[in-house]
């Protein structure tokens, strides 16, 4: 019985401590995090490690972060090369997605992705103009 009333007390404070959670804006956003490659509308590169995409047909955008500096010598215009694995075209973790960028006349430069994340409205409203795919 004391047990029930330790797990039901955990369970409340659980529960009074979720909306102070959900309210971070640096937190990002709720829901599914997949996104279809054939919905891909714009890229930007944020830095060296990060790329933003706009996916359509709400405009969300999702940032890609890179474990190393692929996208060094690259530049916003540079085109993508995009393959996903396992015979669909949606997105939703690292692995489903085998990232290019090919850079000028030179070859393509292979880019690890570490992590995908789905930015809130806000998020994407602070990003800089020229970041903001």
């Known amino acids: 019985m004391q047990r029930l009333i330790v797990l039901a007390s955990a369970a409340i404070l659980c529960a009074a401590a979720a909306p102070a959670f959900a309210a971070d804006p640096a937190k990002p956003a709720a829901g599914p995090q997949c996104f279809r490659v054939s919905q891909i509308q714009n890229h930007t590169k944020g830095d060296a490690k990060t790329l933003y995409l706009s996916v359509k047909p709400k405009r969300q955008v999702y940032r890609l972060g890179m474990s190393g500096s692929c996208l060094a010598?690259?530049?916003?215009?540079?085109?993508?090369?995009?393959?996903?694995?396992?015979?669909?075209?949606?997105?939703?973790?690292?692995?489903?997605l085998d990232l290019k960028v090919k850079v000028g006349a030179g070859g393509l430069t292979p880019c690890i992705i570490k992590d995908i994340t789905r930015l809130t409205p806000d998020q994407v409203t602070a990003l800089p103009p020229k970041v903001r795919p």
């Not at 993508?80 to 997105?91: F, N, R, S």
């Open 73 to 96: 010598g690259a530049n916003s215009s540079d085109p993508l090369v995009l393959e996903t694995v396992g015979g669909t075209d949606m997105v939703c973790r690292p692995l489903d």
